[in-house]
T-cell receptor, first 113, second 114 residues
Framework: NAGVTQTPKFQVLKTGQSMTLQCAQD?????MYWYRQDPGMGLRLIYY???????DKGEVPNGYNVSRLNKREFSLRLESAAPSQTSVYFC????????????FGDGTRLSIL | TQLLEQSPQFLSIQEGENLTVYCNSS?????LQWYRQEPGEGPVLLVT?????EVKKLKRLTFQFGDARKDSSLHITAAQPGDTGLYLC??????????????FGGGTRVLVKP
C-alpha cells in the first residue's frame, strides 16, 4: 500500500539553489497539502490544492511555489533556497468526506547550507 | 491565524504511569483530530472528535473534546514504551469546505521509559 510517496527523502542544498520536491498519492484524493515541520512548531501549512487545477496559499507560502500536475501529483518548488527553509517537508492528501483524516508521506529532510 | 497550544511540550514518564496532554485554543473548531508521529515517518491519525463534550476511547487512550469545542485532551492510562512518540492535535474549522485545512498544535513529545 503506497499511499503518499515523497521524493527525495533527504537533500542538501546550497543557498540560492533551486529544487522541486515531488509528491504522489494513489488514493484518488482530491485534496493535497504541503507542510513544513520545525522543532516545537508542529506542522505549518505552506500551500494546498483542494482539487486538480487549483492551488491556494497556506500559513507560510513565501519562498515556495507549487504545481498540481494532475490528480495524483503535487510538487513543491524552492526557487532560491535560504537557510531558513531548512526543515522537514511533508505532503498529505485527504478524501472528500467531512471528517476524513489527512494521509501523510514520510517526509523530505531538507538542509540548506 | 487560529492557534492551537499544546502542553506540555515534552513528557517523560515510567512505564505504567498515566499521562495527559492538553490542546487549547481561543477558536471554535468543527472537529479536532489527534495524530501520532514516529521518528522518520509522517503523522498517523488516532481519532477524530466532532461533538462538544465527546469522549472517545481507543484501548488505553481516552480523548475528550471540550464542551465549547475549543479544547481537547488525550489521556493515556498505564503507559507503555510503545506509546513513545510525538502527539499532535489538529483542528478543522469547516467540515465540508474544499481542502478542509487543519491547524496543528506544536506537538507533545512523549517518552515512556521501561
Amino acid at each position: 500500500n503506497a499511499g503518499v510517496t515523497q521524493t527525495p527523502k533527504f537533500q542538501v542544498l546550497k543557498t540560492g539553489q533551486s529544487m522541486t520536491l515531488q509528491c504522489a498519492q494513489d488514493m484518488n484524493h482530491n485534496s493535497m497539502y504541503w507542510y513544513r515541520q520545525d522543532p516545537g512548531m508542529g506542522l505549518r501549512l505552506i500551500y494546498y490544492s483542494a482539487s486538480e487545477g487549483t492551488t491556494d496559499k497556506g500559513e507560510v507560502p513565501n519562498g515556495y511555489n507549487v504545481s498540481r500536475l494532475n490528480k495524483r501529483e503535487f510538487s513543491l518548488r524552492l526557487e532560491s533556497a535560504a537557510p531558513s527553509q531548512t526543515s522537514v517537508y511533508f505532503c498529505a492528501s485527504r478524501g472528500p468526506d467531512g471528517y476524513q483524516p489527512q494521509h501523510f508521506g514520510d517526509g523530505t529532510r531538507l538542509s540548506i547550507l | 491565524t487560529q492557534l492551537l497550544e499544546q502542553s506540555p511540550q515534552f513528557l517523560s514518564i515510567q512505564e505504567g504511569e498515566n499521562l495527559t496532554v492538553y490542546c487549547n485554543s481561543s477558536s471554535v473548531f468543527s472537529s479536532l483530530q489527534w495524530y501520532r508521529q514516529e521518528p522518520g515517518e509522517g503523522p498517523v491519525l488516532l481519532v477524530t472528535v466532532v461533538t462538544g463534550g465527546e469522549v472517545k476511547k481507543l484501548k488505553r487512550l481516552t480523548f475528550q473534546f471540550g464542551d465549547a469545542r475549543k479544547d481537547s485532551s488525550l489521556h493515556i492510562t498505564a503507559a507503555q514504551p510503545g506509546d513513545t512518540g510525538l502527539y499532535l492535535c489538529a483542528g478543522a474549522q469547516k467540515v465540508m469546505a474544499a481542502g478542509n485545512k487543519l491547524t496543528f498544535g506544536g506537538g507533545t513529545r512523549v517518552l515512556v521509559k521501561p
